[in-house]
């Protein structure tokens, strides 16, 4: 597959091999194993008639809910509670907060979590992973309401996350290599697979900053001082995650989640002497690797699916995937920069 060789000037570059042409490889296989929504969801007849709009009190769109959830709400939340908190317009498919208040909605919304949670009848997976964290959901930069996290799926907001790619490189040979951990086996999402040096959700009220500072901190044993002196902020992806096959999908299980994900990306150009260990019990290990072995990891599946296109998205905007070697290199590009078709934290 994709080998590795340098340049004259001595930076390392991807070659792509006749093997590869053979094979149609393509990086865009690691990209869809993320997003497989397709930009004319609008025209699905199955998304017509099973997904509802999450929807603010003053019209604003912003989640998708798929019927079966509300189907759910229905037949386990207390119909005080449910009509309180939404109108339920079927007509139109839309799921409409009430209340005008910031404090009333999130009260609601809580209630409601947890009697999910807790109830013996609910049939959501993604509640076992409940976190005891908010998520926020952005109007023109202000929170409109915050939620638990694990409920970010069956709501289908638009999530925000920080994520830090950590190398090192060689001063003489100027090959480079990765800071890869491995995540927990105890993880409720993705155990033992390969992630980025240090990634987290934004929980409310952190922001893509602090969120570095103190996830470097809880998951690599990274103190401020040295991420200080060695970050550097790179960008931003959009990306819905979704894993179904929307051409066929009835949009009828949890498989079905339709999820708007914003990661804010940082380079963490490490010298060698400084060494990321396991500090909260989230990662397993760190491992050095080099360019070869991140690639072949990518191929093989190795990666949480998102940290996979995060790394993506490293090796096009360092020059080691380009349009000499990568057949869909523009529809990549511009797959990990999706636009939302709801209001993000930056959104005015």
């Not at 194993?33 to 199955?46: G, K, Q, Y």
């Amino acid at each position: 597959m994709v080998k590795v060789g340098v340049r004259p000037n001595g930076k390392q570059v991807l070659i792509r091999t006749a093997e590869d042409d053979e094979k149609n490889f393509s990086f865009l296989d690691i990209v869809n194993r993320v997003d497989l929504f397709p930009l004319h969801f609008e025209n699905l007849e199955a998304f017509q008639k099973n997904v509802y709009y999450l929807t603010t009190h003053h019209g604003i769109k912003v989640g998708f809910v798929c019927k079966f959830i509300v189907t759910e709400l229905r037949s386990l939340i207390p119909s005080v509670l449910l009509n309180e908190t939404f109108f339920i317009d079927d007509a139109t498919h839309r799921l409409i907060f009430k209340s005008t208040d910031f404090e009333t909605r999130n009260s609601q919304l809580e209630e409601i979590g947890q009697i999910l949670y807790r109830s013996p009848n609910c049939k959501l997976k993604a509640l076992e992973a409940w976190r005891n964290e908010k998520y926020a959901i952005w109007i023109g930069g202000e929170p409109y309401v915050l939620l638990e996290r694990a409920l970010s799926g069956p709501f289908g907001i638009i999530t925000h996350g920080s994520h830090i790619n950590g190398y090192v490189t060689d001063p003489d040979t100027k090959e480079i290599k990765f800071w890869i951990p491995r995540r927990s086996a105890t993880k409720p999402t993705w155990p033992l697979m390969l992630d980025n040096i240090v990634a987290g959700g934004l929980g409310y009220p952190y922001g893509p900053y602090e969120t570095v500072i103190k996830e470097s901190l809880e998951e690599a044993n990274l103190e401020k001082p040295i991420v200080e002196k060695y970050i550097e902020a790179a960008g931003v992806v959009t990306y819905f995650h979704y894993e179904g096959d929307a051409d066929k999908d009835n949009f009828s299980s949890e498989r079905s989640y339709i999820v708007g994900e914003t990661e804010f990306i940082y380079d963490l150009h490490l010298p060698h002497d400084v060494i990321p260990k396991p500090n909260d019990g989230e990662v397993d290990s760190f491992n050095l690797m080099t360019l070869e072995e991140v690639v072949q990891a990518l191929i093989n599946k190795e990666f949480k699916p998102n940290c996979g296109l995060i790394m993506v998205d490293f090796l096009i905007r360092h020059g080691y995937i380009n349009v000499e070697n990568e057949p869909n290199y523009i529809e990549i590009v511009n797959k990990v920069h999706r636009h939302f078709p709801f209001p993000t934290i930056s959104s005015n």
